[in-house]
């Protein structure tokens, strides 16, 4: 006669094909039923609808027949909940490493900046660089994390090319003007398009958080994908200390922009420290004519739109472009132009927005 051991043991005789381990050891067997030779299994699966949920079926009576003696086998077949799946995920990989890196702690001091635009290439990344050594020239330990997975251009406009070093299977963040920087670019190189989907690039850019060995820092400033999608949204509630910072230029600050942005900011909770208008004039470099190519008074559109302020406006200038090109930004290039003054002038914003002083975490 079949006893609960003799089940047990035959049921550990079966394998999840997915994930190569015993329905045993996987707590995919939720309940046996002994009534003399007759044995009633549930197997609880892993994902409704399962395509091998027949394998697993037939598997398991023919273990209980063969291995258990028993004459008749029922198999109920029913679902892992989620809590569950996350229970089992966690059994799998064994406990999670505690966060190496102080800035996923909800108590740490470090500012988290994350730059967002409603649209590519007004100046996103260019901005956050730019502002990232402006503050570091001021003498505050600065990060900067580049989750533009799919459109990377920091490693280009701080010409620095992975892979980092790795230490204690952690990654060290690479340098540049005094800034420690981490990009999905360091790990595919510099031409290599990284076609992820939503999820993956969260998880990614969850582990850069995580797993690099950022330091302690006054301030990490993390360059968000464009636009106010999905991919932005999920990356944008992850940093849930973090305080937003959206980029605009004067023309794609349109009425639908601002309105997207605000929905955003709305979704993600993030408190919005201001908008920069970027490329809001052109100073003409020989009779210092101004002329507002893309219009003007977009930013204070979308500003008057959040409730929020203007922190600066940066004009178009061929030095922005040539230090994004070149690897050294226009506040290390060329200090004393006009853009790189603004910038300056936007870090020393940020930095009385934010309350941070240089010297508060080397005290
Ligand atoms: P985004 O991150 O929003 O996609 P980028 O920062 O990559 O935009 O900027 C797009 C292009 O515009 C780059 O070639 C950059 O050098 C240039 N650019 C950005 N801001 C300025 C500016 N103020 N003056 C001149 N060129 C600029």
Request: hydrophobic content about 40%; charged content about 25%; glycine content about 8%.
């Amino acid at each position: 006669m079949p006893t609960r051991e003799s089940v047990w043991e035959a049921l550990s005789s079966v394998y999840d094909p997915e994930l190569g381990r015993p329905i045993t050891d996987l707590d995919m067997v939720q309940d046996i039923h002994i009534e003399g030779s007759t044995v009633r299994v549930e197997i609880l699966l892993t994902v409704e609808g399962c395509p091998l949920s027949h394998r697993i079926e037939k598997d398991v009576e023919k273990a209980l027949q063969e291995k258990a003696d028993v004459r008749e086998v029922r198999v109920e077949l029913g679902f892992m909940t989620e809590k569950q799946r996350e229970a089992l995920v966690e059994k799998i990989r064994g406990p999670q490493p505690k966060p190496r890196s102080p800035i996923m702690d909800p108590d740490s001091p470090t500012r988290v900046v994350a730059v967002a635009s409603g649209k590519g290439g007004v100046g996103k990344s260019t901005v956050t660089v730019n502002l990232a050594v402006a503050l570091a020239q001021e003498g505050y330990r600065v990060g900067l994390l580049d989750a533009d997975i799919y459109g990377f251009s920091i490693p280009t406009m701080l010409d620095l090319e992975g892979p980092p070093r790795v230490f204690q299977k952690a990654i060290v963040p690479m340098e540049a003007y005094g800034v420690q920087v981490m990009s999905m670019g360091f790990l595919t190189g510099p031409r290599q398009a990284v076609v992820w989907r939503g999820p993956m690039i969260s998880g990614a850019v969850e582990q850069f958080l995580r797993d690099v060995l950022w330091g302690d820092l006054d301030y990490l400033l993390v360059d968000l994908p464009p636009g106010t999608g999905d991919v932005a949204l999920t990356l944008a509630t992850k940093l849930r200390r973090a305080q937003m910072l959206l980029v605009t230029t004067p023309e794609a600050a349109s009425t639908n922009v601002a309105q997207r942005a605000g929905l955003f900011a709305e979704k993600t909770e993030l408190r919005l420290l201001g908008v920069v208008e970027n490329m809001s004039y052109f100073r003409c470099p020989h009779c210092g004519e101004v002329s507002h190519i893309f219009g003007r008074g977009g930013g204070k559109m979308m500003a008057q739109h959040l409730g929020t302020q203007v922190l600066a406006e940066i004009p178009l200038e061929v030095q922005v472009r040539e230090g994004s090109d070149s690897g050294r930004p226009v506040v290390v290039a060329d200090p004393e132009s006009e853009a790189a003054r603004i910038f300056r002038h936007l870090a020393h914003q940020v930095a009385a927005l934010t309350g941070a002083a240089p010297s508060e975490l080397r005290a």
